[in-house]
């Protein structure tokens, strides 16, 4: 998008470098200011922008060739199209961009429509950025990623903001509000203006974008859905060509959606492509026989169709782009995902190994294409079973650091091979059958006199292939020794390869027949030679798991380090074959080089410790202990392969043996305990920290391990009691406690009590007390930090004090008769509409038989009773401080400083007195600006919610039936609530 306006709604975009200035990835701004020729705070081709999140400054749209923002939204500028309806919404007049189907006549979707993923998928867009701009053609939503929108929209916290010019409407600095609707401001603008209601009770509307004025910003950002970035026009960049606006019909981009040299393949049915093709060089029967065939693009017209040439045919068609696709090209190894829906399967699988009933299973997940097929299909492997699919039912999988370093993303099907199928082909009798087939049936079956009959008759014969293998192949597998001898002596061709490229040592391999490839070794076969799949006959021993054959192999000095079409060595495919023979073979060879690596970048220990070979990953740490904390191109060790992929016994070999760094980091500066706690992996995780690993360790977005544990579901493995004992003890405690089952807060539990902090702000702002929204576990974790440091105590209180006071705020109704229970209910929500965490469940009532304590002296006696002989803080000094008014005996002098609340009865702190009578003051910790701006908010809220809304004075003491109240004094008049205009039928006192 060229034009460059104030009101316009943004996002960070390609060039952004600029950190978290904008709240995170994709949250809200709004263009406030444009540069000018001759500013030197704003020069020209640089904007300023207001994020939502409160900050302000300004970026590039063009300068030094930099654009560090996408638009979102142009309807606050003005931008409308009235002669269109939206087919998702059915709204009158589009406002900001317009998305038109390039594909379907006349259906046009509104941005929120579109990102909402209205109409089908696959259909490619147009996208119209004003009324009267060209098109820009935009890919597939199918095979887009899109993330969430977040910032001021509806359910955002906010408050007031830069431009705020209107009193004390939010009830004064530091009030809070909360988002009800996003609206245009009349005629003039489109989504520019919020709707807040503020804690005080009144209601207004504010600008966010209207004139490039933004009123508020945001405590607590809501989401607008998600969006596809990738299809957002970038801010100041003009895209080149287009598509005329009111075209009729779908009309070929101005812009060369193709290239000359890419396949592609027809993508839509024949009935469309007909209608397609009127006005695009015509429809022709003939065109339907190609519907499933890949072609490759010779050329772009002047109109920007395209021309096709198909291989084998002289024939070239000119196609409408919108009906064509690119073919992508995929090869062995490759992730890809499985289209889900079941109908175009069903329709792409014709003639590309068919559809059966059980493929369902398959659709929508991930495999790894195992082999690509001459016509373009895929053999791709899924969870163990294998299937063949026509390229268009798959796409490529994006790729992740974690999911390329697991065992699943490095599965490898290997296909059978098999010389007994081979030769159930061959004739079974003389007639009908040509001499050369008779020379090989006679030699897979043995019988020498007759060959030796055959051979004095034809013995230029003897080289022959029938069903693509020669004599001397099949005697090889079939382990025919004296006809092999029978061959060679009629110089039988010893480096003849089938269609796969395999000889007659490969086939010797295949058939584990070692003294048959020691013949063929002592006659001069070449020992390293490879097939087409760059396998040698050691990989093929290797892979079928003869070990013999291995010796012989190597007993004759062959190559241990020839790759094969993955990169895999011999080594990489025994360790995957846990063949422990023959990695002992291998790894005693002097030849190895353990530098090599495949071509997902593993070397042979770090595929050890991806597969999890505990007697590999020995071996060579035994031999080569420097390579232990090499690391991948993305930065993964073997100690983190080990441990994401959960192999605690490889993890434990590589730190006592190996002497590996337990803090190395990858990349994205993730540690192995990092990895071990997302997935769930306690005896990896007790291992890791019992040999020191950091467990205030944050990776690149500031998370620690206590983070990662709290974020994780319940569905993570139990924890072994062998393997993670402590864990497991853990787990059995909370078990008692209520919390059924849940490794992850088990995992938390330990890792506090190991001493991982619970007030680290990750690069988001948010502490792992962020991510708890009840009091029983900030309790529960509280029990799990008596050896932590005592800021965290305080931290977890403080805590624990929010949601109390959150939860009492809510709950400050009592039980009312039956009469008006309905009224109770509605007092229980809180004023957002969502449920409030239980409080702390109450103390245990007083029994009859509790002595009454009615004088402070009492207290005192009673209390020193239960002291503990340590400080519970530090467990180093003895209690000195007595607390007041509870008269609890728990700290040292030193620990007293910080404390707000008494550790044993939870009641807040007024005094503290030394053991000599001396009274000694809080030294509180200094708050961040942030931190106490949230409490101040807090601290508002509650005495909002226990105030009058009408005179801001009294206590709120009497409740409507609508939910609403106020204080007796100005209750008494009212007639219909304040709040919310219905009449007041009764009003209830509150007691």
Partial sequence: MGVVEVGLRVIRGPDWRWGEQDGGDCHAGTVVEVGRPGSSTTPDRTVVVQWDAGARTNYRVGYQAAFDLRVVDNAPVGVKHPNHICDGCKKQGIAGMRWKCFRCMDYDLCTNCYMADKHDLSHPFVRYDTINSHGIEVAQRKNSSKIPLMGIFVGAKVVRGPDWDWGQQDGGEGKCGRVTEIRGWDNESGRSV?????????????????????????????????????????????????IANESRGPASPRHVPFFVGEKVRVAVSVEQLRKMQEGHGGWNHKMAEFLDKVGIVHRITDKGDVRVQYEGFSTRWTVHPGALARVTSFTPGDVVVVAADVAKVKEYQKGHGEWIEYMRSALGKTGVVAKVYPDGDLRVNIEGRTWTFNPMCVTLAPRNTEYNNTMRANERHEEPISVTSMLQQLPE?????????????????????????????????????????????????????????????HKASLEIADDDGDTALHYSAFGNQPEIMELLLRKGASINVANKGRCSALHVAVNKQHPACVKILLKYSCDVNVQ??????????????????????????SHMDLTLRNKRGFNVLHHAALKGNNFAAEKLVLRSRQFVDVRKDDGFAALHLSSLNGHRQVAETLITLGQAAVDVRNNKKQTPLLLAVSQGHCGLVELLVDHGADVA?????????????????????????????????????????GFENNISLALACYLVQRGCSVSAANNRAKTPLDLINDTRTI?????????????????????????????????????QPSTSRTHSNN??????NQPVSPAKPPLPPR?????TIPKKEKIISDKGSQESSECIICLDAPPTVRFEPCGHLVTCEDCANRVKKCFQCHNVVLTKITKDGREISSKARQPSAERLRYLETKIAEIEEAHCCSICLERCRNVVFLCGHGACVVCAQTLKTCHMCRKPISKKINMY
Avoid: F
Wanted: charged share 20%.
């Fill in 697 to 737: 360790a944050t990776d690149e977005d500031g998370d620690t391990a206590l983070h990662l544990a709290l974020l994780k579901t319940a569905n993570a493995p139990q924890a072994h009691p062998t393997h993670a004992p402590t864990i497991a003890q853990i787990m059995s405690d909370i078990s008692s406690r």
């Fill in 779 to 815: 309790d529960l974790l509280n029990n799990y930090t008596a050896q932590a440091a005592g800021l965290a105590r305080v931290d977890m209180d403080l805590k624990a004090l929010d949601l109390a006071a959150e939860s009492i705020r809510q709950q400050s109704e009592p039980e």
């Fill in 194 to 242: 919020a709707n807040v209601t503020w804690v005080c009770g009144s209601t207004n509307v504010y600008r966010v974008g209207h004139k490039g004025k933004v009123d508020l910003k945001y405590l607590q950002p809501a989401t607008n859905g998600h969006v596809y970035t990738d299809h957002l026009p970038t801010l100041g960049k003009v895209e080149e060509g287009g």
């Fill in 564 to 589: 094969d079409s993955y990169g895999d060595t011999a080594l990489h495919d025994a360790i995957g074959k846990e063949s422990i023979e023959i990695i002992e073979l291998l790894g005693n060879s």
């Fill in 827 to 832: 007092l229980q929500q809180s004023s957002d």
């Fill in 429 to 489: 009798s003389v007639n009908g059958s040509s001499i050369v087939d008779q020379v090989v049936r006679e030699a897979a079956q043995g019988h020498i006199t007759q060959l030796q009959l055959l051979l004095r008759q034809n013995p230029d014969k003897v080289d022959g292939c029938s069903a693509g293998k020669t004599c001397l192949q099949v005697a090889c597998h079939q382990g025919h020794m004296d006809i092999v001898r029978l061959l060679l002596d």
């Fill in 847 to 851: 029994t009859p038989d509790s002595p």
